[in-house]
């Protein structure tokens, strides 16, 4: 288990005597050979379960707040990797030191260098590398996607177009931002660590449609690459409010506990 596996968990969020909210979505990668992964949502209001699964691996991330922790379950491995305040805190040690020690090395070097050293350290950390931030602007409405009438929204960067999104007003589907309020908890902990890990999750942020610069809920997204190629599509399947079993949060039996890889 690393930080690779944690950031592809955070890039997914995109959200029992209440109901929950489940959220069904199935991703597809167009680069190279198409792939597909199948994500399960599952959001009450001290805990988030997210599942994907595809045709390599099968794994779970599970936040509880009344435990203060996480756990990254393995389903093929059987194995879990425990994230609690002790571990938060040395990956916190560790990265910063690793910070200090690249931006020490950086300073030593000719400036074609440290251009050189910077794209590397890109492409070797590329999942926690902060997303660009996109222009959106509307370009179509009423647009059917699944059961939902959403609008349409082309995100750019440096003019270029990056993403399409289209949205459904959040009433059309019952469910608000403040139902996924846990998310601002998991932001806060893994913030704590190196603040880029926040910048990979959507939903929970208070002022909603300013944070992310289009109105709704997301029902489908298409990533480009800067040849106006689709890189990935990811399309909600299902968002529903319902009583979620409290059992889905529980650690199953049977794990072998695996460290982080720092």
Request: aromatic residues 10%.
């Amino acid at each position: 288990m690393n930080l690779r596996i944690i950031c592809m968990f955070l890039v997914c969020i995109a959200h029992g005597i209440y109901a929950g909210v489940f959220i069904e979505s199935h991703i597809e990668a167009m680069s190279g050979a198409s792939q597909k992964m199948v994500s399960m949502i599952y959001v009450d209001s001290d805990r988030v379960r997210i599942d994907t699964q595809d045709l390599y691996s099968h794994r779970s991330f599970i936040y509880r707040q009344d435990k203060d922790v996480f756990w990254v379950i393995d389903h093929i491995q059987k194995t879990v990797t425990i994230i609690d305040s002790k571990v938060r805190e040395k990956m916190k040690t560790r990265m910063a030191n690793a910070m200090l020690m690249y931006e020490e090395k950086i300073k030593t070097l000719p400036k074609e260098q440290q251009l050189a050293m910077k794209q590397w350290m890109a492409k070797q950390v590329p999942s926690i590398a902060a997303p660009p931030k996109l222009t959106y602007k509307k370009v179509k409405g009423s647009q059917k996607v699944m059961s939902w009438r959403c609008d349409m929204y082309t995100g750019r960067l440096d003019g270029k177009k990056k993403q399409e999104v289209w949205s459904v007003p959040w009433k059309k589907i019952k469910i608000q931002p403040t139902d996924f309020s846990i998310l601002g908890d998991v932001t806060s902990k893994f913030n704590d660590i190196h603040e880029v890990f926040s910048k990979h999750i959507d939903l929970g942020a208070v002022k909603w449609d300013k944070e992310k610069g289009y109105s709704g809920f997301p029902i489908q997204k298409k990533w480009y690459s800067f040849s106006d190629q689709i890189q990935s599509i990811s399309t909600v399947q299902k968002i529903q409010r319902k009583t979620l079993d409290k059992t889905l949060f529980d650690l199953p039996e049977g794990l072998t506990a695996k460290p982080l890889a720092f």
